[in-house]
Nanobody, 124 residues
């Protein structure tokens, strides 16, 4: 069974870069699923897809976050990483890494596998 685990700091300062890592077990980020994504949920709001890295290594980003978002991977560790630059308090959210066989088309998209989520607070 595919399992995903987020790791990284729970508190970051405004203007800094948030970096989170997703460690995948029970499957390979290069062979098992087409897309490995980061999504987030601010308090009181819906889920927001941020971007994904495909099994091939190609990346895809939400237009609203593309300028600040970078997703990369380390295939030797079966991990993929989110970097979100120039953070503000509006970036406070629970961040999830997820897996799916396609890119989301709606906010209600159902991902196949989820990490447990990690709370990230942006505050000075």
């Amino acid at each position: 069974q595919v399992q995903l685990q987020e790791s990284g700091p729970g508190l970051v300062k405004p203007s800094q870069t948030l970096s989170l890592t997703c460690t995948v077990s029970g499957g390979s980020i290069t062979t098992n699923y087409y897309y490995w994504s980061w999504i987030r949920q601010p308090p009181g709001k819906g889920l927001e897809w941020m971007g994904a890295i495909a099994y091939s290594g190609s990346t895809y980003y939400s237009p609203s976050l593309k300028s600040r978002t970078s997703i990369s991977r380390d295939t030797s560790k079966n991990q993929f990483t989110l970097q979100l630059s120039s953070v503000t308090p509006e970036d406070t959210a629970v961040y999830y890494c997820v897996a799916s066989d396609s890119l989301p088309t709606t906010e209600e998209y159902e991902y196949d596998y989820w990490g447990q989520g990690t709370q990230v607070t942006v505050s000075s």
